[in-house]
């Protein structure tokens, strides 16, 4: 990763990085899968166990984690050299609790049936540790373009696994698919029954678990020496 | 400049604090009338649901006003009170809080009067406590005041699968038909029964497995709820006369 210190800006000119340089590209490419926020790192678990049962509200999850995700990274990284060191954990939490409430405040008034599903899971994203962990990795030390980017494949890299999750779980649990009816009815005339433990938080997990399976068995990167 | 000095971070943050506030603030005043629209929509779509009819956020309105015949606002005694209050800007969750606060007497209760198909309902909102949070529905009586005609229930927060279940028609439809007096027409409610009720039970139904203190929940709420609304009905069929006509 690129650590580029805030101390002391030597004034040299650089030649102008174009906007999707590859170092640019890879920044949203590797959080979907070398450095996924989930499988990977491991982190905001429990949001992706939460809100996986239908695929809509997670597609709206993640759409609302990649938002705060990309602009707490932008606000951040362009305050980055006039935040107070020892309050910058405070200032980055009022950044992401702003941006939180105020997505929460739009999907309220645009789309209020799926916000009603979110409920709580939304206000929850301030404590994700995506967001936090991004800001104080990344943020802090990089310009803001390349924050933005960050926060944008991060939050692609946590959507990515919660709509595998959910279509799993939308497909087993409840037979449907974006909330339309996939599998007939004959099927169920035949004596299939929908999968109860797929509309429970534990199958979450075991989907994440079999994802990170399959991830670390094909991905040579992640594999680690004996 | 300083940034680690105490003046520099005092400045810094109080400019922070001032600007989320302002920024915070806009949003949630220019966002507000869709907001309670919506609040409003969804319950109109909800008590409709209680008698069968579907609608979707933009239909809603057209089909409430369509269908509603008659608003009705009860006081704790059980009497129409008449002071220009619309039974559908009652907050329910107030006037239930009101008997915590000693303020019992003042408590208001919403009743709507819908005219479907030639055939009045009434509707009664309900509300009461889950395992996790609050729970609320609508329970339609028929023009008897006595059967249930169609029930809808909603939640905050229930366990998916378990609790949350009373959000689902296989729930809600157990509900059609049941009686909230008994025979010789003492207030008896509807009990969701844990291990099942028996088919011939016109006062229960069958509660959700794993979902005990949700079901608990129902059967308090509609006993709680439902108890307000008794003297009114009693003095409405001993008057022969319905609410509708106002008399």
Known sequence: MNTETTIAPVKVKEPREPLFSIKNRKLIKDPLNDSNPITVQVLGICSALAVTVQMKPSIVMA?????????????????????????????QLVVVA???????????????????????FVGLIITNCIVMGRLEAFAMANKPWPSFLDGIGNGLGYGLILVIVSAVRELFGSGKLMGFQVVPGSFYKMGYFNNGIAILPPMALIIVGIIIWIQRSRNTKLIEPE | MNKNSSGYTLFFSSVMVVLVAVLLALAAISLGPYQAQNVKTEKMQNILASIGIKSNAKKAEKLFNQYIKQQVVLNKKGEPVTNNINAFDIDLKKELDKAKTGEADKQLFPLFVFNKDGNLYYIIPVRGKGLWGPIWGYVALEGDMNTVHGASFGHKGETPGLGAEI?????????????????????????????????????????????????????????RTLGSYISYFKTMNKKGGNVATGN
């Open chain 2, 167 to 223: 959000e689902t028609e296989e729930f809600q439809k157990q509900f059609v038909g049941k009686k909230i007096f008994d025979e010789s027409g003492n207030f008896v409610s509807i009990k969701v029964v844990k291990g099942g009720a028996a088919p011939e039970d016109t006062h229960g139904v069958d509660a959700i497995s794993g979902g005990t203190i949700t079901s608990n929940g129902v059967t308090e709420m509609l006993k």
């Open chain 1, 98 to 120: 702003a941006l939180v409430i105020l997505v929460d405040q739009v999907l309220k008034a645009f789309v209020y049936d799926v916000s009603k599903q979110l409920s709580v």
């Open chain 1, 63 to 91: 759409l609302s984690v990649m938002v705060v995700c990309a602009f707490s990274n932008l606000i951040i990284s362009a305050l980055r050299n006039t935040i107070p060191n020892r309050i910058r954990i405070i200032v």
